[in-house]
């Protein structure tokens, strides 16, 4: 397969997310930015934050992890369904009914100005992270299977970083949320597109029906959904509740995933959308995992080798999906994951740099307060904002590739998931009690209780028992910052 043909294609992906820039971020002003004019259809934020939900990582990792997990994952999507019940019903409405466009000025409302910004500090740390460690995986498989094999020129890694970044900020600086809503719909339209196509080739190509594939995924070993051993990290519960509060914490309680929430005309269509949304992925990630059922069975009738990690003899799960799709099953089945993956990747990090941007503008450094400046001398600090956190973007990646361990890029997405437990806790004091917190204090609480938690699972609970701790990592280090929060409480704690 052409390494200049599957460039031409994301040429042109790139071109219609041009366009649709272009259309859509004509007139701008700081309320189109911020909050779409509140004018965003519901139906295109709900299938655009599917992009949002489902990262590069994700759109390699789900299907491989299937050889190793089975249908495991499937038990933290049904926690994540509950969870996003609970915002519809809980976190919306409150955030509707204060006119928010950072939800963290909520924390400042209930507790200070310190607590706020600590907030918007852990939202901030753990996006830059997420979302740089997430694109650095992903460009990854794209320039190992395109940019390397071009014979006449090279293209370093930086370079392709630089000008995947410099096309973000194209179609994100000026339209914000305006043109993310729409560009995000654009994107996961061609992420779902990703997976079922490569379902359809996979099933043209062991010459099967799709009733029959069907059923091949239902009768296999890895379509084991449910697993009920307590001390195991899969078990049901543990899955489940995690994906309860995963879901609360970095959907509801993330600027990313709430900002083109709170751009709906009225509370009633954002409901409407959470609703959509939560149904249309579970569906998504059981078409995601059938995939990975059906990529082990062409392994196997084919008798193609599965990638193996020599030195552990483990699955390289995240090879088993681009390496059938990029070496096997032809051009088409390449086109389609690249651009599948293209879209993945890009749909998560691009609204990124709008929402980062909003939370620094706003409760950082509070230029939405500022009556001193112009709204024009406000555009051009929040646009210089915008563009350095691509240029943090940028190092954060650089990095990653210099350091060349993937280890540490694992060990960089998790401690990125240890700071929503901070921010859980916070919101759970505030929401259902009336304690009144020493606001000085509660940004030294919330960096002791994600280092306490690491220090729990890791050093006590990992070598001293055989229990695994799984999803339920989150509810833990939530459980320590309320405890912590209570140490500098003002008054008695009185529940709602």
Same mark, same amino acid.
């Given at each position: 397969m052409s390494p200049l043909l599957i460039i031409s294609c994301i040429g042109l992906y790139f071109g219609g997310l041009m366009l649709i820039a272009y259309l859509t971020s004509r007139n701008t002003s700081a309320d189109s930015y911020f909050l779409g004019n509140k004018a965003s259809p519901w139906y295109a934020v709900a299938f655009?934050?599917?992009?949002?939900?489902?990262?590069?990582?994700?759109? /390699?990792?789900?299907?491989?992890?299937?050889?190793?997990?089975?249908?495991?994952?499937?038990?933290?999507?049904?926690?994540?369904?509950?969870?996003?019940?609970?915002?519809?019903?809980?976190?919306l409405p409150i955030y509707y009914k204060m006119n928010l466009i950072s939800i963290y000025t909520y924390l400042e409302t209930r507790f200070g100005k310190h607590t706020q910004k600590t907030g918007a500090f852990f939202f901030i740390l753990s996006r830059i992270l997420g979302a740089s460690g997430r694109l650095y995986l992903a460009a990854g498989v794209i320039q190992f299977f395109v940019f390397d094999r071009l014979t006449n020129i090279h293209i370093p890694f930086w370079l392709s970083v630089s000008v995947i970044l410099a096309l973000m900020l194209l179609y994100t600086y000026k339209g914000g949320i305006k043109t993310l809503v729409w560009t995000d719909t654009f994107q996961s339209l061609f992420l779902v597109l990703g997976v079922v196509l490569s379902i359809a080739v996979i099933i043209h190509k062991m010459d099967i029906g799709f009733g029959k594939a069907v059923s091949n995924v239902m009768s296999s070993e890895y379509s084991q959904t449910f697993f009920w051993d307590w001390k195991k990290s899969n078990f049901f519960f543990k899955e489940f509740i995690g994906g309860i509060f995963i879901a609360v914490a970095m959907t509801g309680l993330d600027q990313n995933m709430m900002q083109k929430n709170l751009s709906c005309k009225s509370l009633g269509e954002a409901q409407k959308n959470i609703f959509w949304f939560s149904i249309v992925m579970v569906i998504v990630n059981i078409f995601f995992l059938s995939l990975g059922v059906l990529l082990y069975q062409y392994y196997q009738s084919s008798g193609i080798d599965i990638p193996m990690n020599t030195e552990t003899g483990k699955i390289m799960t995240d090879k088993v999906f681009p390496n059938l799709a990029l070496n096997h099953l032809g051009m088409i089945a390449g086109l389609i994951f690249i651009i599948g993956l293209t879209a993945a990747t890009f749909s998560s990090a691009d609204s990124v740099l709008t929402t980062l941007t909003t939370s620094t503008y706003i409760d950082m450094l509070e230029y939405d307060r500022n009556t001193v400046l112009s709204e024009k001398e406000k555009a051009k600090r929040r646009t210089i904002i915008h563009i350095g956190f691509a240029v943090v973007m940028w190092l954060v990646i650089i990095v990653f590739d210099i350091l060349n361990q993937r280890a540490i890029i694992d060990t960089i997405l998790m401690i990125a998931g240890y700071t929503y437990g901070p921010l859980l806790g916070l919101f759970t004091v505030g929401l259902f009690t009336k304690?009144?917190?020493?606001?000085?204090?509660?940004?030294? /609480?919330?960096?002791?209780?994600?280092?306490?938690?690491?220090?729990?699972?890791?050093? /006590?609970?990992?070598?001293?028992?055989?229990? &695994?701790?799984?999803? &339920?990592?989150?509810?833990?280090?939530?459980g320590i910052t309320i405890l912590g929060l209570l140490l500098v409480k003002n008054q008695k704690i009185e529940a709602l």
């Open positions: 655009g934050m599917i992009g949002d939900s489902l990262s590069g990582v994700t759109y /390699i990792s789900v299907p491989g992890k299937v050889g190793a997990g089975h249908f495991s994952y499937l038990q933290l999507v049904l926690g994540y369904f509950v969870g996003y019940f609970i915002i519809s019903k809980i976190l304690l009144s917190l020493n606001d000085r204090f509660v940004p030294i /609480i919330c960096v002791l209780a994600p280092i306490t938690t690491y220090l729990l699972a890791n050093y /006590i609970v990992k070598p001293m028992t055989t229990y &695994e701790i799984g999803n &339920e990592l989150i509810i833990l280090n939530a």
